[in-house]
Nanobody, 124 residues
C-alpha cells in the first residue's frame, strides 16, 4: 500500500506563489511516477503536471507551463509542485497521485493511489 499526503495549500493573492508537497509512505517513492491533478467546484478533475519515476521527464497542462514546476526528491519520499504567478482560475483542490510505472500519464484513471487533496484559493 501507498499513502500520499498533500500539504502546502492555502489562500494567496493573484500573482503570488505556493509550494505544494506530497509526502509518500509505504512502498518506495522511487518505484512510481507521480502526477498532480486539480478539481474546481462543479468541474471534473483535470491534469496539471506529472513527473517520471526518475524525475528525468516532466509534463504540464498548457495553463501551467511557465508558471508551475513539478519536482521530486526520492531520498525524502516527497514530491513538489511549485506554483508561481497564481491566478484566480487556479483555485481548486489539488491532488497528488502515484502509478507504479516508470512513466507518467495524463489521465486520472491511470493512477493507482491518491492523496486526500489540499485546497488552493487564489483571490483576485
Amino acid at each position: 500500500q501507498v499513502q500520499l499526503v498533500e500539504s502546502g495549500g492555502g489562500l494567496v493573492q493573484a500573482g503570488g506563489s505556493l509550494r505544494l508537497s506530497c509526502a509518500a509512505s509505504g512502498r518506495p517513492f522511487s518505484m512510481y511516477a507521480m502526477g498532480w491533478f486539480r478539481q474546481a467546484p462543479g468541474k471534473e478533475r483535470e491534469f496539471v503536471a506529472a513527473i517520471s519515476r526518475s524525475g528525468g521527464s516532466t509534463a504540464y497542462t498548457d495553463s501551467a507551463k511557465g508558471r508551475f514546476t513539478i519536482s521530486r526528491d526520492n531520498a525524502k519520499n516527497t514530491g513538489y509542485l511549485q506554483m508561481n504567478i497564481l491566478k484566480p482560475e487556479d483555485t481548486a483542490v489539488y491532488y497528488c497521485a502515484g502509478r507504479f510505472t516508470a512513466s507518467y500519464d495524463y489521465t486520472s484513471r491511470a493512477y493507482d493511489y491518491w492523496g486526500q487533496g489540499t485546497q488552493v484559493t487564489v483571490s483576485s
